[in-house]
C-alpha cells in the first residue's frame, strides 16, 4: 500500500519544455467548419486527382494539419535575432543566431552566405534538416560548425556522403538559413526525468544495448527516448487540434519570414529545399507560400495508394497527419498552385517508398505542370541509389536552385 503520510509523486510532464505550447496554441487554429465541404478529389495518382485550378491548395492544406498562424508579433530581425557567432570556412562565412517563436524553447539557426560581398542583394534559400531519426540535433547535419557533435557528422557521412549542404548552396552564391524546427536541436523536448509512458520501453532499450554490449551515449539515449515520444506530441497536438505536422510547418514559416528579412536577401527571389522529412517540409511550404519562387524535394515523393499496406510504417508523424493523404497527396501539395519552380529527384532503391509509387507521382508532377494554368516548372529525376543524398542529387539540387533563383 502506498504510505498515507506521503504525498503522491507528481507526474512528470509529457511535453518536458513546452508546458506553455497548449496556452499558445489556444485561439491560433481557425476552426473553419467542416472539413467534407471542401473538393475530395485532390489526392494521388490513382485516387481520382483532378486539375482543381481553382481550388486553393494552400487553404486546405493548413486546414488539414491544423496550422496555427503564426505570432506576427515575433520579431524577424532586429532585437528579436539574437547572434551567437561568427566564423569563416573555405568561401563561407556563416553566422549562428536565435530567435524565439512565442513558445517552447528557442531556435536556433545558421545564417550562410558567400564570404566575398556581393554587392548587391542575393537569392535566398531555407534549408530543410531531414527527420533521420535523430531529434538530439537538427539543421547541424546540415554544416560544419566549430565544434561539431558526433552524431551531426555521422549523419552528414551517412545521409548527405560527408557533404555540407547548407555550405555547398551558400558557396554557389546563395544566402542559406538552415533551423532547427519543432522538436530537434535547439527546440527539442526535454525528456529527463521521463513522461511515465517512456520508462518502461527505455528499459527495455538499456536491456537489448546491455546484451548487445553498447554503451549508447547521452545523444543515442536520446534519440531513442524521442522517437517513442513522436507519438505523445502527435496525440497532444490532436488534442489541441493542430497536427505535428503543423507545428512543423508554423516554425518553417517563422524561418522563413527571419530569412525573407535578412538584410542581403532578395525576399522576392526565396527557395526552400529539403531531403526525406525536409522534402516533405520543402513541399508543405510549397503550397502554403503563394510567392514562393522554387522549392526542391529530395526523396520524398510518392502517390497516397502506394504507401499501403506496406509502406506507412516506414514514415513518421511528419507525413501521417490523419485525412492529410486520402485529400492531398504528396504530388499536389508539393505542386501547389504552381506558380513555383519545383524539382522532385527520387532514388530507383529507396527503401522507404515504393518504386511504382514513386513513378506514378512523378507522372502525376508532370501532368499537373502541363496543365494551362501552370505558370511554374517542374522537373523530376529518379536517380540510382537508396534513401541518401548523392553527390548527382546535391549537384542537381545545387544547378536548379541557381537557374530558378536566378534575377529576371
Same mark, same amino acid.
Given at each position: 500500500m502506498p504510505?498515507?503520510?506521503?504525498?503522491?509523486?507528481?507526474?512528470?510532464?509529457?511535453?518536458?519544455?513546452?508546458?506553455d505550447w497548449p496556452?499558445?496554441?489556444?485561439?491560433?487554429?481557425?476552426?473553419?467548419g467542416?472539413?467534407?465541404?471542401a473538393?475530395?478529389n485532390l489526392?494521388g495518382?490513382?485516387?481520382?486527382?483532378?486539375?482543381?485550378?481553382?481550388?486553393?491548395?494552400g487553404?486546405l492544406?493548413?486546414e488539414?494539419?491544423g496550422?496555427?498562424?503564426?505570432?506576427?508579433?515575433?520579431p524577424?530581425?532586429?532585437?528579436?535575432?539574437?547572434?551567437l557567432g561568427?566564423?569563416?570556412r573555405d568561401?563561407?562565412?556563416?553566422?549562428?543566431?536565435?530567435w524565439?517563436v512565442?513558445?517552447?524553447?528557442?531556435?536556433r539557426g545558421?545564417?550562410?552566405?558567400?564570404?566575398?560581398?556581393a554587392g548587391e542583394?542575393?537569392?535566398?534559400?531555407l534549408?530543410?534538416?531531414?527527420?533521420g531519426g535523430?531529434?538530439?540535433v537538427?539543421a547541424?547535419r546540415?554544416?560544419?560548425?566549430p565544434?561539431?557533435?558526433?552524431?551531426?557528422?555521422?549523419?552528414?557521412?551517412?545521409l548527405?556522403?560527408g557533404?555540407?549542404?547548407?555550405?555547398?548552396l551558400? $558557396?554557389?552564391?546563395? *544566402? #542559406?538559413?538552415?533551423?532547427? +524546427?519543432f522538436?530537434?536541436?535547439?527546440r !527539442?523536448? /526535454?525528456?529527463?526525468p521521463?513522461?511515465?509512458?517512456?520508462?518502461e520501453?527505455m528499459?527495455?532499450a538499456?536491456?537489448?544495448w546491455?546484451?548487445?554490449g553498447?554503451?549508447?551515449?547521452?545523444?543515442?539515449r536520446?534519440?531513442?527516448?524521442?522517437?517513442?515520444?513522436?507519438?505523445v506530441?502527435?496525440?497532444?497536438?490532436?488534442?489541441?487540434g493542430t497536427?505535428?505536422?503543423?507545428?512543423?510547418a508554423?516554425d518553417?514559416?517563422v524561418?522563413?519570414?527571419?530569412l525573407?528579412?535578412?538584410?542581403d536577401?532578395?525576399?522576392?527571389?526565396?527557395a526552400?529545399?529539403?531531403?526525406?522529412?525536409g522534402?516533405?517540409?520543402a513541399?508543405?511550404?510549397?503550397s502554403?507560400?503563394?510567392?514562393? $519562387?522554387?522549392?526542391? *524535394? #529530395?526523396a520524398?515523393?510518392? +502517390?497516397?495508394t502506394?504507401?499501403l499496406? !506496406?509502406w /506507412?510504417?516506414a514514415?513518421?508523424?511528419?507525413?501521417?497527419?490523419p485525412g492529410?493523404l486520402?485529400?492531398?497527396?504528396?504530388?499536389?501539395?508539393a505542386?501547389?498552385?504552381?506558380?513555383h519552380?519545383?524539382?522532385a529527384?527520387?532514388f530507383?532503391?529507396?527503401?522507404?517508398?515504393p518504386?511504382?509509387g514513386?513513378?506514378a507521382?512523378?507522372a502525376?508532377l508532370t501532368?499537373?505542370?502541363?496543365a494551362?494554368a501552370?505558370?511554374g516548372t517542374?522537373?523530376g529525376?529518379?536517380l540510382?541509389g537508396d534513401?541518401?543524398?548523392?553527390?548527382?542529387a546535391?549537384?542537381?539540387?545545387?544547378?536548379f536552385?541557381h537557374?530558378?533563383l536566378?534575377?529576371?
Amino acid at each position: 500500500m502506498p504510505d498515507a503520510g506521503r504525498p503522491p509523486t507528481p507526474r512528470p510532464s509529457a511535453l518536458g519544455g513546452y508546458e506553455d505550447w497548449p496556452s499558445w496554441v489556444d485561439g491560433r487554429v481557425p476552426r473553419s467548419g467542416p472539413r467534407a465541404a471542401a473538393p475530395r478529389n485532390l489526392h494521388g495518382a490513382g485516387d481520382g486527382a483532378g486539375d482543381d485550378v481553382g481550388q486553393d491548395v494552400g487553404a486546405l492544406l493548413a486546414e488539414l494539419i491544423g496550422l496555427p498562424s503564426p505570432d506576427t508579433s515575433v520579431p524577424p530581425a532586429g532585437p528579436g535575432l539574437r547572434t551567437l557567432g561568427r566564423w569563416e570556412r573555405d568561401g563561407v562565412s556563416t553566422e549562428a543566431v536565435e530567435w524565439w517563436v512565442g513558445f517552447g524553447p528557442p531556435t536556433r539557426g545558421w545564417l550562410l552566405r558567400p564570404s566575398a560581398p556581393a554587392g548587391e542583394p542575393l537569392p535566398g534559400v531555407l534549408a530543410l534538416h531531414c527527420h533521420g531519426g535523430v531529434k538530439s540535433v537538427g539543421a547541424e547535419r546540415l554544416l560544419r560548425t566549430p565544434h561539431p557533435t558526433d552524431v551531426a557528422q555521422r549523419l552528414r557521412a551517412e545521409l548527405y556522403e560527408g557533404r555540407a549542404l547548407a555550405e555547398d548552396l551558400a $558557396r554557389s552564391g546563395h *544566402v #542559406v538559413l538552415a533551423h532547427d +524546427t519543432f522538436a530537434w536541436g535547439s527546440r !527539442r523536448f /526535454a525528456l529527463d526525468p521521463l513522461p511515465d509512458s517512456l520508462r518502461e520501453p527505455m528499459r527495455w532499450a538499456e536491456a537489448a544495448w546491455s546484451a548487445d554490449g553498447t554503451s549508447p551515449d547521452d545523444h543515442a539515449r536520446y534519440d531513442a527516448a524521442a522517437a517513442l515520444h513522436e507519438h505523445v506530441v502527435a496525440k497532444a497536438a490532436g488534442l489541441l487540434g493542430t497536427s505535428f505536422a503543423g507545428m512543423v510547418a508554423h516554425d518553417d514559416l517563422v524561418a522563413l519570414q527571419v530569412l525573407r528579412a535578412t538584410a542581403d536577401v532578395d525576399p522576392a527571389r526565396v527557395a526552400v529545399a529539403g531531403f526525406s522529412g525536409g522534402g516533405g517540409r520543402a513541399a508543405v511550404l510549397a503550397s502554403l507560400v503563394p510567392d514562393l $519562387r522554387a522549392a526542391a *524535394v #529530395v526523396a520524398m515523393m510518392t +502517390t497516397t495508394t502506394a504507401l499501403l499496406p !506496406r509502406w /506507412a510504417d516506414a514514415h513518421s508523424w511528419l507525413l501521417t497527419t490523419p485525412g492529410l493523404l486520402g485529400r492531398l497527396g504528396l504530388p499536389r501539395i508539393a505542386a501547389g498552385r504552381r506558380t513555383h519552380d519545383l524539382l522532385a529527384v527520387s532514388f530507383a532503391d529507396d527503401r522507404l517508398f515504393p518504386p511504382a509509387g514513386v513513378r506514378a507521382a512523378h507522372a502525376e508532377l508532370t501532368d499537373l505542370y502541363a496543365a494551362p494554368a501552370a505558370t511554374g516548372t517542374f522537373h523530376g529525376e529518379i536517380l540510382p541509389g537508396d534513401h541518401v543524398v548523392t553527390a548527382a542529387a546535391a549537384d542537381l539540387v545545387t544547378d536548379f536552385l541557381h537557374g530558378a533563383l536566378a534575377a529576371r
